[in-house]
Structures are given as structure tokens and as C-alpha cells.
């Protein structure tokens, strides 16, 4: 097994630093069921992306967490369709307002570092989507567009009038950019954190094609109907029977871990939101929409921006082979990812003339958590330039 693996304990990285997930899990990317996949499944192309999410590296002292007692409990419940409600906490006031996506199956408390920042300066308001959280579950799939269509839903009730600047972490950038492209006239600018991209199979698997154990390990592992998806409905079904106790089988493979980040009374609010079938459904189902139909509908409705401020935050890359890469990991073809990786980044930039790539240091996928600093500098730079126009 490589090192890597060892590192991140029985359950290894879950949203990977380069906009891929491997199962639902917390926000420090530690994987909810790899760990009980035959180790056959486990290809060059997902230990790689181990090394940019792994918990074994942390950018925090260790003493800061999120304890605002708000992420605890439901703030106000929205209803978006008859019998439907979003959870919406907001803070702050002024104009843009911004809105905070997180990413795939998680909740609001992850811009715990980041939304009173903002608030202090603007409107800031985070939700929870459908099945997350303190939102009810959801009644369809969790598609990138479906989650635009309850963002639009969820702003028009609450009274939350445009301009916004939208703010989106990982699959949450992707929701975020389907918005843009959705309602242009509404989004005053954007930053996107660490966000998934929808053509990176494609463009990795082009880097070398003689690898076939890329798009075998995309088959077995991350595509919508992968053996692992399918191995995750288990977990829906042990939520509905309340059969997830710490002692049972299941319970290492479907409930993320606590987050280091968390309070004690957070974690244990959001231990018991994990445990609910509504949450098992959600996440699961953003997870086999993401590289699938969510992909498909960002990449068909994709446009340019003009002149809206957009920044994009991504962890600095490292340019040295590191030691645990998979076995046979050439500096060659270590360069050539890396280059997809920067071109990713540069192509969402370009898609406006005042997009801007910020690589930031000491830092992996969740940098909100790890370097929420840069974040919230982004976001405001962001505010600045909205408010100037």
C-alpha cells in the first residue's frame, strides 16, 4: 500500500485538492469507506490526488475552531417548495450580498472562519442544501442544477435580493458557476475555492492514454454508477434502520469522522445530522452526480463572464516528485498533471478579463479551514471591485 494511504489512517482523502471526491466524509478529506474497497480498485490516479487533501498535513496552529453556537441548530427554515425548507443563516448587511456554497455533503459550518469576517463588512449568508445540515431532505437528485434551482428559490424567498458574489468550495464551484451562467444579471463576482472542474477525466486521462488504469479506476471508483456508489447505498438503508452504531461495521464506512476544526457541540450536531437517512440519501447522490450529470450541466451551459471580478483559490502545487506517489511515478509525468492542474485554473480565470489564479501556501483542499485568511481576503478584494463598477 502506498505511504500516502497509511498516512490518513483507515479512512483516506474523500474530496480531492485537484476537484475530485472519494465518498462522502468531513472536512479535513477523510474518506468514509476506502478503506473497505479491495485494494485492487485502488489505481496510480486516486493515490495521487491522496497528496493534496490528506489530513496528515495541517495549516492551523491547532487552536483555532469554529464554535458559533449558529451552525448548531437550524437559523431560519426557508421553504423553497410546498413542504420544503433550506436552512439560511445570515449575518451582516450591505450590498452585494454574498452567498456561500460548500462542497459535496457538507454543511454551513464549514465558512465558520470566513462568514463573520465577511459579515462584518457585507451581507454574508451561508445555507445547507437539500438533505444537509439542518435543510429538510431532498425530494431529487442532487444535481449541480437542481441545486441552483433551490439557490434561486431559497434568495427570492427570503427576500435576498440581487447582486450577489458567490463564494463556492469544491462542488460548491461548480454550483456557483452554473448560477453565474444561469442568472448573469444577478452576480456581481465570484470566488471560487479549491473548485471541482467538470473536464479533468478527460484532460488527465490525455496526459497518457496508455494508462488505462485511469479510466479503470474512474469505472470502479468515481463514476456514477462505480462499485463504491453502489457500495454506499448500504449506508442509506442502515440510516432508516438506525442500524449506524459506533460498534457496527457500517458506521466507519457512512459517517465522517469529527472535524478538527469543530467545536465539541458542533461535531456532535453535526454526528447526529450524519446518522439521518435524509444526509446518507443527499450526500450520496451529489457524490454520483458530480463527474456525471452535474459535470454535463456546467460544461453546456459554460460562458464568459465580461468584466465581473472572479478569483481563483487553489493550494500551491508541489513541483518536486513527492515520495509517495503511486509506483512507476515519473518527475516527467508528474510535470505534465501538474501543468492540466495550472491550466484548469487558468482557463476559469480567463473566463472573465478580471479573473485572477491565487495559489496559496500551507494549505490542501479545504483551504476555507486552513488558510481562511486568503479567503476572506479574496472574497472582499472581490466585494471591493463589485461595489466599484
Known amino acids: 500500500m502506498p505511504a500516502i494511504l497509511a498516512t490518513a489512517g483507515r479512512r483516506a482523502s474523500h474530496t480531492m485538492g485537484l476537484g475530485m471526491r472519494l ?7 477523510a474518506s468514509r469507506s476506502w478503506f473497505a474497497m479491495p485494494l485492487s480498485y485502488i489505481s496510480g490516479l486516486a493515490t495521487l490526488f491522496c497528496l493534496f487533501s490528506t489530513p496528515a498535513i495541517a495549516a492551523t496552529d491547532g487552536s483555532a475552531v469554529i464554535d458559533n453556537p449558529a451552525y448548531t441548530h437550524a437559523q431560519q427554515l426557508v421553504e423553497v417548495a410546498p413542504g420544503r425548507r433550506l436552512n439560511l443563516y445570515c449575518v451582516g448587511s450591505g450590498s452585494p450580498t454574498v452567498i456561500f456554497e460548500a462542497g459535496s455533503g457538507n454543511e454551513a459550518g464549514t465558512w465558520g472562519f470566513v462568514q463573520p469576517v465577511i459579515g462584518a463588512h457585507a451581507r454574508a449568508c451561508s445555507y445547507e442544501r437539500a438533505g444537509l445540515g439542518f435543510s429538510d431532505p431532498a425530494n431529487r437528485p442532487g444535481t449541480a442544477a437542481n441545486a441552483v434551482d433551490d439557490l434561486h428559490l431559497l434568495l427570492a424567498a427570503a427576500g435576498i435580493k440581487p447582486p450577489y458574489v458567490l463564494v463556492g468550495h469544491s462542488y460548491g464551484g461548480m454550483i456557483v458557476r452554473l448560477y453565474a451562467d444561469m442568472y448573469p444579471k444577478d452576480v456581481a463576482g465570484m470566488v471560487l475555492v479549491d473548485t471541482a472542474n467538470e473536464d479533468w477525466p478527460a484532460s488527465y486521462w490525455k496526459v497518457d492514454p496508455e494508462q488505462h488504469s485511469w479510466q479503470q479506476s474512474w469505472d470502479e471508483i468515481f463514476s456514477e454508477h462505480s462499485k463504491s456508489v453502489l457500495e454506499d447505498q448500504k449506508c442509506i438503508e442502515a440510516a432508516r434502520t438506525k442500524a449506524l452504531k459506533k460498534e457496527s461495521a457500517l458506521y466507519d464506512q457512512c459517517v465522517p469522522p469529527a472535524f478538527p476544526t469543530f467545536g465539541k457541540a458542533l461535531n456532535d450536531a453535526y454526528g447526529k445530522v450524519h446518522l439521518s437517512p435524509a444526509f446518507q440519501a443527499a450526500s450520496l447522490s451529489e457524490e454520483a452526480q458530480m463527474y456525471a450529470t452535474s459535470a454535463d450541466q456546467v460544461r453546456a451551459a459554460r460562458r464568459w463572464y465580461g468584466d465581473m471580478p472572479l478569483i481563483v483559490l487553489v493550494q500551491s502545487y508541489p513541483k518536486i516528485l513527492p515520495k509517495n506517489v503511486p509506483p512507476g511515478e515519473t518527475q516527467a509525468h508528474w510535470d505534465a498533471l501538474m501543468h492540466v492542474n495550472a491550466a484548469f485554473d487558468d482557463q476559469m480565470a480567463a473566463l472573465s478579463k478580471k ?22 481576503k479574496a472574497v472582499l478584494d472581490v466585494l471591493g471591485e463589485a461595489t466599484s463598477l
Open 23 to 29: 465518498h462522502r466524509t468531513n472536512a479535513v478529506g
Open 355 to 376: 479573473g485572477e489564479v491565487r495559489a496559496i501556501e500551507n494549505t490542501m483542499h479545504y483551504i476555507q479551514l486552513q488558510q481562511p485568511e486568503a479567503v476572506s
